[in-house]
C-alpha cells in the first residue's frame, strides 16, 4: 500500500507566499512523475506543476514564473513553492505520484487528501 500525505497550506494575503510539502511512503518500488494539481469550487481539477524523476518540469501558463516545483528522490518527496499569490490560486491542493509499487511492479497513480491554500485580504 502506498500513502500520498501533502501539508503546508493556509491562508495567506495577495502577493505572499507558501510552500507546500507532499510525501509518498509504503511499498514503493519507483516513483515517476509527481505533481501538484488544484481545485477552486464549481471548477474542475488542474494540473499545476509536475516534475519527472529525471527532473523535468511542467507548469501551468498560470503559475509560470511565480510558482516552482522540486523534488528529492531519495526522500520520496514533492515541494510547491508557491510565490506572488493571487485570490483566484484558492483552491484545494492536491498532490499526485506515479508509483510503481515494489510488491507486484503494478503502476497507477496515487493521490493525497488534498490542503487548502486561500489567498485573501
Known amino acids: 500500500q502506498v500513502h500520498v500525505v501533502e501539508s503546508g497550506g493556509g491562508s495567506v494575503q495577495p502577493g505572499g507566499s507558501l510552500r507546500l510539502s507532499c510525501a509518498a511512503s509504503g511499498r514503493i518500488f519507483s516513483i515517476n512523475a509527481m505533481g501538484w494539481y488544484r481545485q477552486a469550487p464549481g471548477k474542475q481539477r488542474e494540473l499545476v506543476s509536475s516534475?519527472?524523476?529525471?527532473?523535468?518540469?511542467n507548469y501551468a501558463d498560470s503559475v509560470k514564473g511565480r510558482f516552482t516545483i522540486s523534488r528529492e528522490n531519495a526522500e520520496n518527496t514533492v515541494y510547491l513553492a508557491m510565490n506572488s499569490l493571487k485570490p483566484e490560486d484558492t483552491a484545494v491542493y492536491y498532490c499526485?505520484?506515479?508509483?510503481?509499487?515494489?510488491?507486484?511492479?503494478?503502476?497507477?497513480?496515487?493521490w493525497g487528501q488534498g490542503t487548502q491554500v486561500t489567498v485573501s485580504s
Open positions: 516534475v519527472t524523476r529525471g527532473g523535468s518540469t
Open positions: 499526485n505520484a506515479d508509483v510503481t509499487d515494489i510488491d507486484r511492479g503494478f503502476r497507477r497513480e496515487y
